[in-house]
C-alpha cells in the first residue's frame, strides 16, 4: 500500500476558472471554426491569384476545389509526396526524409477515402486544429480564470501565424495536439498513456524530442520530487514506477531512425537531408551568420522585410517570456518552451519559420493571456491587431508568397 507521500500532486485551480462560467472545449472549438470560416474566405478570394506552382519540380500539381487551393503551397508538396509516393533520400540534398513521418501516414489515410491528396492534408490540418483548440482550453480551464483562459485562447486562435493550424498542408497543428494531449494525459496521472501519445509527437517532428525531457521533469514535479530539501536534484522515493512511462515518448523517434537506417542505411537521415536547405548544423547556423548577412540588406527585400524581420522579433519576444512561463505553470512547462525555442532556433539559419515553430509553445500564449486580462484597453488593441496581422498573413500566404 502507498503512503500519503506517493500520492499525485494536485494543483488547486483558481475558483473563478472553474464551475459553470469556466471556458468549455465546445466553445473554445465553436470559436475557431469561426476564425476559419472567416480565414476559408480569405483564401478562396485570393487564391485565383495563384497561376503555377513556386517550384513546379518540388511541388507536385494541386489538384482539387480551386476555393481550397492557397492552402497547399511549398511544404505542402513535401507531405504530397510522401503520403501519394513513399519516402525518398537524396544525401545531402532536398528530400522527402526531412519530413516525419506521422502527418504524411495520416494524410495518405483519409486519401483512401477522399482520393484527394492535397484536400486529406487541409482535412488533416483542420480537425488537427480544432482538436489541439480544444485541448488547449482543456489545459487552460484549471489553471486560470475564466477570463485569463478566454483571452490565451483567443491569443493562439488570431497569431498572425495561426493559419497554419486552420488549414496549410503543413504537420504543425497535428503536432501541437499530441503535444497538448502527452500534457493532459500527465496531469490526469496516465504517465504510461502520455508517453504513448508523446512518442506520436516524436514521430511527427523533430523539435518533438524536447518533449521526452519536459514530461520527465514535469512527471517528478507533480510528486514533489525535485530538489528536495535533504540533497541531490530528485527524490527518488517519491517516484511511482509507472512515471517511467513518460519515456516511452522516445519511441517515435527511436522508430523513425530505425526506418531510416533499415530503408537508407543512415539512421539520421533527416538531419543529413537538412543540408540541402542550408541548415547543416554548425558554428554558420548557431551564430546566424545567414541571418546578419541579411540584415545588412534588408532593404533590398522592400515591405517583404516585414515578414522577415517579424520571425526574430516573435523569438525574442518568446524568450523573454520564458522565465513567467517557469513562475506560473511551474518547471516541466518551463522546460518544454525553453527547450522548444532554443532548439527551433539553434536549427534556423536566419530565424525564417520561427513565427510558425513558436506555434508550438502552447503555455507562451496562457501566459499573454493571463497578464493581458486584466488590462481591457491593452487586450483589445493586442486581439485586433494580431487579428488583422492573421488576415493580411492569410492572404499573402494564400496568394502564394512563403511566410513559414
Known sequence: MLSNRHAPVREEAPEAAVGEGGLRVWQAVAAFVGVAVVLYLVVAFVSPGISTPPHPVLVPRYTGPSWLRGWAQWDSGWYYRIAHDGYSFAG?????????????????????????????????????????VGLFAAWLRPRMSTQAAWTGLAVLLLYPYAFYVYGVVSADALFIATVIGAFLLLEADRPVLAGLVGALSTAARPVGIVLVVALAVRALERRGALRPAGGGWVDWSRVRRADFGVLLA?????????????????PFAFATAEAGWQQTPGPRVWLKVQYFHDMAHIWNLRWWGVFYVAHSVLTV?????????????????GVYVLLLIAMSALSDQNFFGMARYLLAAFPIFAVVGDFLADRPAWRRLYLSGSGLCLLVATAVFGTGYYLS
Open 250 to 266: 522516445v519511441l517515435g523517434m527511436v522508430a523513425w531512425c530505425l526506418y531510416l537506417w533499415h530503408r537508407f542505411s543512415d
Open 92 to 132: 545531402r540534398h532536398q528530400s522527402t526524409v526531412a519530413f516525419f513521418p506521422v502527418y504524411p501516414l495520416v494524410m495518405r489515410g483519409v486519401d483512401v477515402v477522399l482520393h484527394s491528396t492535397y484536400v486529406s492534408g487541409i482535412l488533416v490540418t483542420f480537425v488537427s486544429g480544432a482538436v489541439l
Open 317 to 333: 519576444a518568446a524568450a523573454c517570456l520564458i522565465p513567467r512561463v517557469f513562475r506560473r505553470f511551474g518547471a516541466g512547462y
